[in-house]
């Protein structure tokens, strides 16, 4: 959390999913990538598809 608290000190927009448990397991990675796809295209003007 000291990294959200300094965002948003300095005014940084974030958007913050703090889950109480989760590993740096593939499969972890793999679902939190399928969820933010469609933010990632957007950003970066790809297709959501």
Same mark, same amino acid.
């Given at each position: 959390? @000291? +990294? &959200?608290?300094? +965002?948003?000190?300095? @005014?940084? %927009? #974030?958007?913050? /999913? /703090?889950? %109480?448990?989760?590993?740096? $397991?593939?499969?972890?990675?793999? /679902?939190?990538?399928?969820? $933010?796809? %469609?933010? +990632?295209?957007? &950003?970066?003007? $790809?297709? #959501?598809?």
């Amino acid at each position: 959390m @000291n +990294l &959200t608290n300094r +965002l948003h000190q300095l @005014n940084i %927009p #974030v958007t913050v /999913d /703090d889950r %109480p448990d989760g590993t740096h $397991s593939w499969g972890y990675w793999e /679902d939190e990538l399928h969820r $933010s796809w %469609p933010f +990632l295209a957007q &950003t970066i003007g $790809s297709r #959501v598809n």
